[in-house]
């Protein structure tokens, strides 16, 4: 349902931007979204600003609650970038403030049970028979404590902290395309405002610069909405992951498991949409000598393993770079209580240079966010656009 919003406004789009008025209209709706631009990146940064201070607090209280032992760098970076079972907000002293999420379990011995992740009280309580592992292989999760002291883990459907956030970004989305193709529809000779004269551009920048030179003029149209969607579904996570106040600040496109199923969507389009040179040549490429695949098939053995090694690939990029921009943010924030454990006046000295830094990091991560969306539906397409090469036709016209 999705890719039929992203589909009319891109066909609508087609049928209008070439009419020499609406490209000048066009053409001063972008210059002026280039100048709102400007304001909106000031506005950016105060609330980069102001959130990096909220995050600073709560990496004060942290610290507060391990007073008594050495600070623990990497404890504070991995607790914010995983998931967790509750929307945490902001510390005030020693008081956690949060949004709790709920809870769902399937035990082997009592059966199911729902309840709001308060009633962990913040992981420091047990609640049924169940607890927040604070160490161990089950570190973070929901275990079950039998009678011997054994922990166990349950089957767990919860509703946490990232499956909110996936929630959150599809409403959105939703929200922005339906509005946009009701205008599509109701004006479709006026000139683009408002929202739709943001998406506008982008959805052009898709189609023409990605969709049409990967997969080919005759072929596009039937892969351009999964490319929108994909391309606007990691573009709105990473800017919402940027901000750590409700809603953002959750890792979606961080967390491993969600780029893995992205990635995935884009193998089995792939897959199924191969011709049949892309198969056969898979085994048996042109222009390869016979001796790199007989008797030992070295090449069909690369070309096989390429495959897969794909969606490896835009799993691991997505990852590891949304998350490396969250590391390096903590890790700058980490440097002022590290100092602080050597000397109060290193700290207050470390922390300007440390917070300055942070805001340049998160000023440059709405850059990354863009360019990550990007690389992602780039290589999307062109995987997709070598699926379905017909060779044959290629070698006529060569």
């Not at 995050?55 to 995983?82: C, M, R, Y």
């Amino acid at each position: 349902m999705k890719f039929t919003w992203f589909w009319a406004i891109s066909k609508n789009i087609r049928k209008s931007v070439y009419d020499p008025i609406n490209l000048f209209i066009f053409g001063r709706q972008f210059i002026k979204m280039i100048k709102v631009l400007k304001s909106i990146i000031l506005v950016l940064f105060v609330l980069t600003t102001s959130a990096n201070l909220l995050k600073a607090n709560d990496v004060h209280a942290v610290s507060d609650t391990v007073a008594a032992k050495k600070f623990n760098t990497g404890e504070l970076i991995f607790g914010h970038i995983k998931d967790s079972y509750e929307w945490h907000i902001t510390s005030i002293g020693h008081t956690e403030i949060g949004i709790p999420l709920p809870v769902i379990l399937y035990s082997q011995n009592s059966g199911f049970h729902v309840f709001m992740s308060s009633k962990f009280h913040h992981g420091t309580e047990e609640f049924e028979g169940f607890k927040i592992a604070s160490e161990g292989k089950y570190q973070r999760k929901v275990v079950e404590v039998t009678a011997d002291g054994t922990e166990l883990r349950p089957w767990d459907l919860s509703i946490t902290k990232n499956v909110t956030s996936l929630f959150i970004s599809i409403l959105l989305i939703l929200l922005i395309f339906i509005s946009v193709a009701k205008r599509y529809r109701e004006n479709f000779d006026k000139a683009p405002k408002g929202l739709q004269g943001w998406i506008e551009p982008i959805v052009l920048f898709i189609r023409d610069d990605i969709a049409r030179p990967s997969i080919g003029n005759e072929k596009y149209e039937k892969y351009l909405p999964y490319l929108l969607t994909i391309f606007f579904f990691i573009f709105i996570n990473n800017v919402m992951g940027l901000f750590p106040f409700f809603p953002g600040g959750a890792n979606l496109t961080g967390d491993i498991s969600i780029t893995l199923v992205l990635a995935t969507f884009t193998f089995v389009i792939t897959s199924l949409s191969g011709s049949r040179d892309y198969w056969v040549h898979l085994v048996n490429a042109p222009g390869i000598p016979w001796w790199l695949k007989f008797p030992l098939p070295l090449m069909p053995i690369v070309e096989i393993m390429s495959v897969f090694i794909k969606p490896f690939v835009l799993t691991i990029r997505l990852f590891a770079n949304i998350t490396a921009g969250h590391i390096i943010a903590l890790g700058f924030y980490s440097m002022i209580f590290i100092f602080g454990e050597k000397s109060a006046v290193a700290a207050y000295g470390v922390s300007v240079v440390s917070i300055t830094f942070t805001v340049f990091m998160s000023i440059l991560e709405l850059l990354v966010s863009f360019i990550q969306a990007y690389v992602f539906t780039l290589l999307s397409a062109i995987y997709i656009g070598m699926a379905l090469e017909n060779h044959k036709a290629h070698a006529e016209v060569v």
